[in-house]
């Protein structure tokens, strides 16, 4: 499996966890995020991913912001993202089992550490369950 990930500099401690919480499950990951808690602007840190998601140059992305809100719209401008703001691991099998969430967009000020890093479990061990959410998957797209 291959991950990319983003975050602002509000996601800096939460996305080196994550990629210790990955590396430890021996998981590719290709860094696109900050690694300063130095003022950024989020999209340049989540264009990248979006944009490796929708190429399938990765299977899955997980994107990091203070609220999670403007990372996920960025992302799911792009075609074939659907990035999940998520804040429970419930809501994260959700959106992979319902929604086929390829992206999971966690807020960082809202969350803590831990609960961050079990729904990155959640979201990576969750497989879409198809069937009739297909349907309505496939209707998604403009």
Same mark, same amino acid.
């Given at each position: 499996?291959?991950?990319?990930?983003?975050?602002?500099?509000?996601?800096?401690?939460?996305?080196?966890? $994550?990629?210790? #919480?990955? !590396?430890?499950?021996?998981?590719?990951?290709?860094?696109? %995020? +900050?690694?300063? +808690?130095?003022? $950024?602007?989020?999209?340049?840190?989540?264009?990248?991913?979006? !944009?490796?998601?929708?190429?399938? +140059?990765?299977? #899955?992305? *997980? *994107?990091?912001?203070?609220?999670?809100?403007?990372?996920?719209? +960025?992302?799911?401008?792009?075609? !074939?993202?659907?990035?999940?703001?998520?804040? @429970? &691991?419930?809501?994260?099998?959700?959106?992979?089992?319902?929604?086929?969430?390829?992206?999971?967009?966690?807020?960082?000020?809202? *969350?803590?550490?831990?609960?961050?890093?079990?729904?990155?479990? @959640?979201?990576?061990? @969750?497989?879409?369950? %198809?069937?009739?959410?297909?349907?309505?998957?496939? &209707? *998604?797209?403009?």
């Amino acid at each position: 499996m291959k991950i990319a990930i983003g975050n602002d500099h509000a996601g800096t401690d939460y996305k080196l966890a $994550v990629l210790g #919480l990955l !590396k430890s499950m021996k998981i590719e990951v290709i860094n696109h %995020g +900050t690694d300063t +808690t130095d003022s $950024v602007d989020y999209p340049d840190f989540v264009h990248p991913v979006a !944009k490796d998601v929708e190429d399938g +140059t990765v299977d #899955l992305g *997980i *994107i990091i912001c203070g609220s999670g809100n403007g990372a996920s719209i +960025t992302a799911n401008k792009h075609q !074939k993202v659907r990035s999940a703001l998520c804040w @429970t &691991k419930e809501i994260v099998e959700l959106a992979r089992q319902h929604n086929d969430a390829n992206i999971l967009s966690l807020p960082a000020r809202f *969350i803590s550490l831990p609960q961050a890093l079990e729904m990155v479990k @959640t979201f990576l061990e @969750t497989d879409f369950e %198809g069937g009739r959410h297909e349907r309505r998957v496939e &209707k *998604i797209p403009c």
